[in-house]
């Protein structure tokens, strides 16, 4: 997928905290796990979450890694972008870079609220994804009706449900094309495949 429901668990709490300046937030859903740290130090963490974005964007990013005890920030970045390492715990890659404004679309997501209107936000998962449902922005596992999808490396622009009304959002889509992901909910946003 592109973003599972524990990635944005671990980067609300982050984000609350990243808001705050604190190092050590709270979890806000009491079911909420956070991922173990890396392996590897701050290096591997570093070079997980730059491969989420292009170099240019990833070199300048703020890298934050979430461990057991919250948010740590590992390198402070200059242009807006935050960097994510992969989540050990999810079955496959899933290191994201997001902008201020997407930061902001994914913690709305996880405090199931609605998103800010008009406050267009943009993603890269140039690692790839796991898996996720393409219908239920909360699903933790596949079922039969929750339309259980994998994607490879990806863009998404969140926020801009205008943009939306272009592109196929079928429960079931190719994604090997641009699409929506989570149509008919607050979170539906633009899956663009870049491979």
Not at 26 to 50: Q, R
């Amino acid at each position: 997928m592109h973003i599972n429901a524990v990635l944005l668990a671990l980067v609300a709490v982050g984000l609350a905290g990243h808001a705050a300046a604190a190092d050590t937030p709270k979890p806000s859903t009491p079911a909420m796990k956070m991922a173990p740290a890396a392996k590897g130090g701050d290096e591997a963490l570093i070079a997980s979450a730059m491969s989420a974005a292009p170099p240019a964007i990833a070199a300048k990013a703020t890298i934050v890694d979430m461990g057991p005890k919250g948010m740590r920030t590992v390198r402070k970045g200059s242009n807006g972008f935050t960097c994510l390492p992969d989540n050990p715990t999810t079955p496959g890659p899933d290191p994201v870079c997001a902008d201020a404004n997407a930061m902001a679309w994914m913690n709305a997501l996880v405090g199931h609220k609605p998103p800010e209107a008009g406050r267009v936000g943009f993603m890269y998962m140039l690692a790839g994804g796991t898996d996720a449902s393409n219908t239920d922005p909360y699903a933790g596992k596949p079922t039969q009706a929750n339309h259980w999808i994998k994607t490879g490396p990806h863009v998404m622009v969140v926020g801009d449900q205008e943009i939306l009304k272009h592109y196929p959002a079928s429960p079931d889509p190719d994604t090997k094309q641009a699409y929506v992901m989570w149509a008919g909910t607050p979170y539906a946003h633009l899956m663009m495949p870049v491979k």
